[in-house]
Nanobody
Framework: QVQLVESGGDLVQAGGSLTLSCAASSANTFVINIMDWYRQAPGKQRELVAHIANRGSGSVTSVAESVKGRFTLSRDNAKNTVSIQMNNLKPDDTAVYYC??????????????WGQGTQVTVSS
């Protein structure tokens, strides 16, 4: 079993910044194939915000057009953590942000996991 723990959600004024982090942990050896951040605003569908995936010896990252230039994804392999730095926040960024990961273990193979969600509220 793998756990994803998110942190960093908060109330911030428009134009402010926040950093969300997602840490994966397990009692078993695991490999993170993909780690994403999604968000879901009230009354809206969950949408992909940022994505990082293993590609050979490196990784590939991408962010949604709506946050490009404002949100930056980073990964700390030693800590099994992915963080998203969010700058110039707008009221439209208000949502519950969810961490998602596709993780491999020897016992389960590759499985999708979700964090519990962290609230980001941007006031105008």
């Amino acid at each position: 079993q793998v756990q994803l723990v998110e942190s960093g959600g908060d109330l911030v004024q428009a134009g402010g910044s926040l950093t969300l982090s997602c840490a994966a942990s397990s009692a078993n050896t695991f490999v993170i194939n993909i780690m994403d951040w999604y968000r879901q605003a009230p009354g809206k569908q969950r949408e992909l915000v940022a994505h990082i995936a293993n590609r050979g010896s490196g990784s590939v990252t991408s962010v949604a057009e709506s946050v490009k230039g404002r949100f930056t994804l980073s990964r700390d392999n030693a800590k099994n953590t992915v963080s998203i730095q969010m700058n110039n926040l707008k009221p439209d960024d208000t949502a519950v942000y969810y961490c998602h990961a596709n993780i491999w273990t020897a016992t389960t193979g590759s499985v999708d996991y979700w964090g519990q969600g962290t609230q980001v509220t941007v006031s105008s």
